[in-house]
Nanobody, 121 residues
């Protein structure tokens, strides 16, 4: 089971840190991804991190502003979001996938309930 938290309302230019926490002892076996969704649109990929945090990957629109990290001892992946923009407003969710590949919108082993991020201008 996955749970995303840390969302909220912030002004443009502000920061938030999201957390994705898993209730499994094998969390270190999963690659983890963050996705976001706005009403009427499909989920968009945001960032992903490998099982050991050896590799990370970002969507172009967030690279340089967002940082993904993980603490396997706490079964948690973080998404530090800086210099937020109104277009970052969305429900952010995390997903996990076993094996060598990052989770995608159509290929994942579990999705967590999302957390709302609202950025005001």
């Amino acid at each position: 089971q996955l749970q995303a938290s840390g969302g909220g309302l912030v002004q443009a230019g502000g920061s938030l840190r999201l957390s994705c926490t898993a209730s499994t002892r094998t969390f270190s076996s999963y690659n983890v991804g963050w996705f976001r969704k706005t009403p009427g649109k499909e989920h968009d990929f945001v960032a992903a991190i490998s099982r050991t945090a050896g590799t990370v990957h970002y969507a172009e629109r967030v690279e340089g502003r967002f940082t993904i990290s993980r603490d396997n001892a706490k079964n948690t992946v973080y998404l530090q979001m800086n210099n937020l923009r109104p277009e970052d407003t969305a429900v952010y969710s995390c997903a996990v996938r076993l094996g060598d590949l990052y989770p995608t919108i159509r290929n994942s082993d579990a999705w967590g309930q999302g957390t709302q991020v609202t950025v005001s201008s």
